[in-house]
């Protein structure tokens, strides 16, 4: 069982708060489970179709968000962005302090840690901030305010990934956010870990999972990615490398707006514009 949060009250999401409330980091102490090498499909995207924003920044700052109990996470997220941009600057944000601790003997230059939250307690403007598996810990009607929130902090051209995996990173979903409004969904899969990609869904980011309903778009769409992945059944037979590319292209073939190409696809990777998922918020 997931460990829920609690309720993210509206002064804190807004900023309005006295002097002493805005010195507490914005958020709440959740179960910090992670593993490492569990981010490494996200950290992949981030450094393949996504290096461009850390290559043309003008202050390479990355934040990793609610890191956990261990800040493996952060430093492969460190190592992996250093290879696009060796100046860049990492920092691990955790909301419990004894985490933080924990962590500090691991800075080096470009890596560091502090106890904050969705606020992100670093100076400037982060060109990258990534969440994983943090939201979906909080309520659904919590979402927009902390996507804003954070989106609100972003440098421009800047990137907000909300995210969450399986333990150990066979099945991930994340949206990605610019400093306007969110982007695309992204599934991404190891092959063999899978009967119908559907089963993705179960890890779907907080915004999506309860919207995984008949009449929701989110809902459309794994059923269009079922129904493709079965026709691309005779591709089976060049191995399911080949039917996920089948797949991705009979779905962009029927009007959905698949992003990125064959070069992704192979990766068991799949991006959709955001407009095809996007639930119907009523607000909080």
Not at 65 to 86: D, I, Q, S
Not at 161 to 173: A, L, P, S, W
Not at 235 to 248: E, H, I, K
Request: hydrophobic share 40%; proline share 9%.
């Amino acid at each position: 069982m997931v460990q829920k949060a609690e309720r993210v009250n509206s002064p804190q999401l807004s900023g309005r708060t006295s002097a002493a409330r805005q010195s507490r980091p914005v958020g709440n102490v959740t179960r910090g489970t992670t593993n490492p090498n569990r981010m490494r499909r996200v950290d992949r995207w981030l450094t393949g179709p996504q290096a461009w924003r850390l290559r043309a920044a003008a202050d390479p700052l990355v934040v990793d968000l609610g890191y956990g109990a261990t800040p493996a996470t952060a430093v492969e997220l460190f190592e992996r962005l250093a290879a696009v941009r060796p100046d860049v600057r990492v920092c691990g944000v955790e909301i419990e302090p004894g985490r933080v601790r924990a962590a500090l003997p691991l800075e080096r230059p470009g890596l560091s840690f502090r106890v904050g939250g969705f606020e992100l307690p670093v100076p400037g403007r982060p060109v990258l901030v990534r969440a994983f598996n943090v939201l979906r810990q909080y309520e659904e009607a919590d979402v927009p305010g902390i996507w804003r929130l954070v989106q609100d902090r972003l440098a421009p051209g800047g990137l907000f990934i909300d995210g969450t995996c399986d333990e150990v990173g066979r099945r991930v979903t994340w949206v990605a956010l610019d400093p306007e409004r969110p982007l695309s969904l992204s599934i991404s899969v190891r092959f063999g870990s899978f009967d119908l990609p559907s089963e993705v869904a179960e890890r779907l980011p907080k915004a999506l999972i309860h919207r995984n309903v008949p009449g929701e778009r989110v809902h459309d769409f794994m059923a269009a990615v079922d129904r493709a992945w079965l026709e691309c059944a005779p591709l089976a037979s060049f191995g399911n490398r080949q039917r996920w590319v089948g797949m991705c292209r009979s779905l962009r073939d029927a009007g959905w707006p698949v992003q990125d190409g064959p070069a992704r696809w192979r990766l068991g990777e799949l991006t959709v514009g955001w407009d095809a998922v996007e639930p119907g918020y009523q607000g909080p």
